[in-house]
């Protein structure tokens, strides 16, 4: 069986910023915007009705920190947060991922689409220098 | 959309969750915190900290009354600030839209449907939690 794109992102720590108690900070390959971030459990959850009530809980506030730090930090004006459960069960889509995660999408200036219309691939390089900007803002700790 | 009822499928003393007035996929949701709240940051905020727990209980609700197989959490933050959005809730809050058998794309979460009276009601009356 295929490994888990998610998985197989924290096994070999590409694309993952850091880890806020069991949530994994993820930058988003499929780019939809500029800091685009997925929050992920490390454990493999499909479902947040599998999930323990303390682990989804530590999602969102991981959730919140990321916000924050996109705000305060990172020149956003305001940010989108979405989570798509169990897509994967009615879409015929391949680019749901089944591993539970909550995207974050920043807004610089305006409303940015989150249809998908204008999402890039982003390089190895753009990840890295995406994930080095990123650390020089997240507080030590 | 409190004060008359006619919306709310939840409430507590800190929370409560309606069909909105206007959706974009029949049987979504609003969840909010009662306490007029800005901001998802204040991280010891007991009303946003528990927001999201009282939002999967919901969707759990939903899950078994109405067979839901797929489900999207949608939470916007502070887009009343930008030129596109100014009149974009302040107070903050979950949707849940739901997605059944059946439908091979995603709603289309642009759409707006104006519910009747009656549909309301029908919504509230199938999904009022006791």
């Known amino acids: ?141 | 959309m409190l004060k008359d009822g006619k919306n709310t499928i939840y409430e507590n003393d800190r929370f409560f969750a309606v069909t909105p007035n206007v959706i974009s996929q029949k049987y979504q949701i609003m969840v909010f915190p009662k306490k007029h709240i800005e901001s998802v940051f204040d991280i010891n905020n007991k009303d946003v900290q528990e927001l999201f727990e009282v939002t999967v209980k919901i969707a759990k609700h939903m899950e078994k009354v109405l067979k839901m197989v797929a489900f999207r959490f949608k939470l916007n933050e502070k887009l009343f600030i930008l030129k596109s959005t100014p009149y974009h809730l302040k107070h903050i809050h979950f949707h849940i839209i739901p997605r059944f058998e059946g439908q091979d794309s995603e709603p289309d979460y642009d759409k707006r449907i104006w519910l009747t009276e009656n549909e309301k009601k029908e919504i509230v009356d199938k999904l009022r939690i006791a």
């Open chain 1, 1 to 141: 069986m295929k490994e888990c794109l998610i998985c197989k992102w924290m096994r070999e720590k590409e694309n993952v910023v850091c880890y806020i108690g069991n949530a994994a900070i993820i930058i988003s390959e499929l780019s939809y915007v500029k800091y685009h971030m997925l929050i992920c459990p490390k454990k493999h959850y499909e479902s947040i009705f599998e999930m323990p009530k303390k682990e989804y809980n530590e999602l969102f506030d991981a959730m919140r920190r990321v916000g924050e730090l996109l705000e305060n930090r990172l020149g956003a004006d305001a940010t989108r947060y979405a989570l798509n459960n169990n897509h994967l069960k009615v879409s015929k889509s391949k680019l749901h991922l089944n591993h539970i995660h909550l995207q974050v999408f920043p807004c610089f200036g305006e409303l940015t689409d989150i249809t998908g219309k204008y999402r890039k691939k982003l390089s190895p390089r753009e990840i890295e220098e995406m994930k080095k900007e990123i650390l020089k803002h997240v507080p030590k700790g």
